[in-house]
């Protein structure tokens, strides 16, 4: 058996089902032995953004590493932006990046690049292979990585000769380490801070914003006359009737520091003490109040539930109820487009059991609220600010879970990185209904640079932030893709559109006309 193949029957063995994947010459024998071992789907993505984004949607639906398979440097390049998105969302992953044969690097061939030089800084574990038989224990050594909680990003290289080269067999992969119980002082001084009553916020992210968490932490914060809120952006929260329902700290910063005006305490579970996601002048940079402290009931590798389950017991908040949203959402919004119209319709429309995959940056800012009664729903954000992460996270999610429904709330300006996704949808049959806000327009740089102070711009910098003419024809192109799509011009041809898309089985696309 081949070192490419050794690795792949550790890759199975391991519980790595599903690789993503752009291959090239130097990776063709590990395509042959993915050819020849069952038990690993593969995806093919037209671009390498597309096989990261993708395999971070899958890793936070599934809370394991799906692989990813690079060619070179270049692939690996192309792929970084969402390995940096899926790094900030603790996603695991497993890259698997192909080099040339080891004799032949010194020849300085077209490929030839420093590929560990650039997967170090957006990497937990980097190592490139030294031969074949040892391929298989470094692919066990980069799964065992990668699921170190709260979940890293593992890149090993692949050089030709130890695909090719004979090589150890599978090696078997060490069980998954359960994440920490936080120490007890952590919890008391937490506790500590509930019972003086001073104004305090519980922050969450992470795993505590599954439904157990939030429960957990609505508890507590209904005991203590605490404050609950996310993180500006989550990898995944659980949301919808039945469910607490948490706001999130807002991206405008004078916005953020009126909410947290007052604050002395912040209960950090999982979280960072909130910060703005730029500097400005003039505004700050720590969006709490001066003087509010932040303490760390649980790291983000530490076990949140745990940790928010011991805070229950020692405030008395086991036996409180949990308040969870059981409101009517308000029904579809009607008349012209807008975005509060199209929050109602989410709200109302939204399937049970969605994935939602958002990158809806302006026109979706303000969809949290009227979606917090929805159908109970999964929110998956953009936690590292690289656009184009949204339609490859809805493709990665829907692998994850084929028996629910994706919906990706998606920019214009933000699709464009990476509308490649939209064929692997139609290639994977996906169930992802994409809603895609066409406002021909960076919007969100139009305001920021009024907010950094650069003044009132002129043609040259308003062209740069406009992204008409000529205008993208979304539908179009995602026909041409092999996704079905419609456009919507009027709020009662959105939720007809959308109504549809959710109801039929595979990709659709709904283009929103603002
Ligand atoms: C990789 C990367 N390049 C550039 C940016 C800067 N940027 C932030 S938002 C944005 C435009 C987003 O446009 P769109 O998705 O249409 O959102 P809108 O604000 O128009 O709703 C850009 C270019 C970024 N965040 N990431």
Redesign the pocket.
């Known amino acids: 058996m081949n070192g490419a193949e050794s690795l792949v029957r550790t890759l199975v063995g391991g519980g790595v089902n599903v690789c993503f994947a752009n291959p090239g010459t130097s990776e063709m024998h590990f395509v042959a032995a993915l050819d020849r071992v069952d038990g690993m789907r593969c995806v093919l993505g037209l671009f390498e953004g597309v096989v990261t984004g993708a395999a971070d949607g899958y890793a936070r639906m599934t809370g394991g590493p799906a692989a990813t398979l690079l060619h070179l440097g270049p692939g690996l390049g192309n792929g970084l932006?969402n390995i940096h998105n899926a790094n900030k969302a603790s996603s695991p992953m497993v890259n698997i990046i192909g080099d040339h044969a080891t004799y032949h690097r010194k020849y300085d061939a077209p490929l030839t690049s420093d590929i560990e030089g650039l997967a170090r800084p957006l990497s937990h574990w980097v190592k490139t292979s030294p031969d074949a038989k040892s391929i298989a224990a470094d692919g066990a050594a980069a799964i065992a990585a990668a699921r170190t909680p709260p979940g890293r990003i593992a890149s090993l290289i692949l050089p030709a000769d130890t695909a090719w080269n004979e090589g150890s067999g599978p090696v078997p992969v060490p069980a998954p380490v359960a994440p920490a119980a936080p120490p007890a002082e952590a919890i008391e001084q937490c506790a500590r801070v509930l019972r003086s009553g001073a104004p305090t916020l519980i922050l969450l992210t992470g795993s505590a914003l599954r439904e157990d968490g939030l429960a957990l932490a609505g508890r507590i914060a209904a005991r203590c006359g605490a404050r609950l809120m996310a993180q500006g952006s989550n990898a995944r929260t659980q949301r919808g009737r039945g469910r607490v329902a948490v706001e999130r700290i807002p991206y405008v910063v004078d916005q953020a520091t009126r909410v947290l005006a007052g604050l002395r305490h912040v209960i950090l579970v999982g979280s960072k003490m909130p910060v703005a996601f730029f500097a400005y002048p003039d505004k700050p940079s720590m969006l709490t109040p001066e003087g509010c402290e932040g303490h760390v009931l649980a790291r983000p590798e530490e076990d949140a539930i745990a940790a928010l389950e011991a805070l229950a017991e020692a405030v008395g908040a086991r036996d409180t109820p949990a308040p969870v949203t059981n409101n009517k959402p308000s029904g579809p919004g009607t008349g012209a487009i807008t975005s509060e119209a199209l929050g109602a319709s989410l709200g109302a429309l939204l399937p049970e059991g969605a994935i939602v995959a958002d990158e809806a940056?302006?026109?979706g800012r303000g969809f949290f609220a009227p979606t917090s009664a929805a159908a109970p729903h999964d929110w998956l954000s953009n936690m590292g600010?690289?656009?184009?992460l949204g339609l490859p996270l809805a493709t990665g999610a829907a692998v994850a879970c084929p028996d629910r429904k994706v919906v990706c709330l998606e920019?214009?300006?933000?699709g464009m990185y990476t509308m490649q996704a939209l064929w692997t949808q139609a290639r994977e049959g996906l169930d992802v209904t994409t809603v895609l806000?066409s406002?021909r327009?960076?919007?969100?740089?139009k305001g920021e640079l009024a907010n950094v102070g650069a003044g009132n711009p002129g043609r040259k910098a308003l062209d740069m932030l406009d992204i008409g003419r000529p205008d993208i024809d979304w539908v179009g192109l995602a026909k041409s893709l092999g996704v079905p799509g419609a456009k919507a011009t009027t709020m009662d041809e959105f939720n007809r559109h959308f109504a549809a898309g959710v109801a039929a089985p595979g990709p659709f696309l709904v283009e929103v006309v603002l």
């Open positions: 932006a940056v302006t026109t600010g690289s656009i184009g920019g214009d300006g933000s806000f406002n327009s960076y919007q969100i740089l």
